[in-house]
């Protein structure tokens, strides 16, 4: 199913509103990533930039251009790892959070 644009809306809304989803949308996209999903965490990540810094902001960060950064997250981008990286870093700062990996057995 599509994501709409009302629904889209609502997410920028909201993040704009609460501190604690804008945590929240950080954290499940790097869980994503971590847990081997990069389709799914780079989405999220482009929710969260788009709900938040924008692209243009970190493309300055990174000194990169806005493009690039928009390829590197896309559906078929391929970031590396440094670059992935920086950009949670980034995000981390903006945010003013720091994500930390808990290692938990499996069942």
Same mark, same amino acid.
């Given at each position: 199913?599509?994501?709409?644009? #009302? ?8 993040? =704009? ?16 990533? %971590? ?9 999220? %990540? ?11 902001? *970190?493309?300055?960060? %990174?000194?990169?251009?806005? #493009? ?16 992935? *990286? =920086? ?7 903006? =945010? ?5 990996? =808990? ?5």
């Amino acid at each position: 199913m599509a994501i709409t644009r #009302k629904f889209r809306t609502t997410i920028l809304q909201r993040a =704009e509103s609460d501190a604690a989803f804008r945590r929240h949308m950080l954290t499940e996209a790097v869980n994503e990533l %971590l847990a081997g999903d990069l389709a799914a965490g780079k989405a999220m %990540l482009r929710d969260y930039i788009n709900a938040t810094i924008t692209f243009q902001q *970190l493309a300055k960060k %990174l000194k990169k251009t806005d #493009k690039s950064v928009h390829r590197m997250l896309g559906p078929r981008g391929n970031p590396r790892a440094d670059n992935i *990286l =920086e950009i949670i870093k980034i995000l981390q700062v903006n =945010e003013r959070v720091t994500l930390r990996v =808990e290692a938990k057995r499996a069942a």
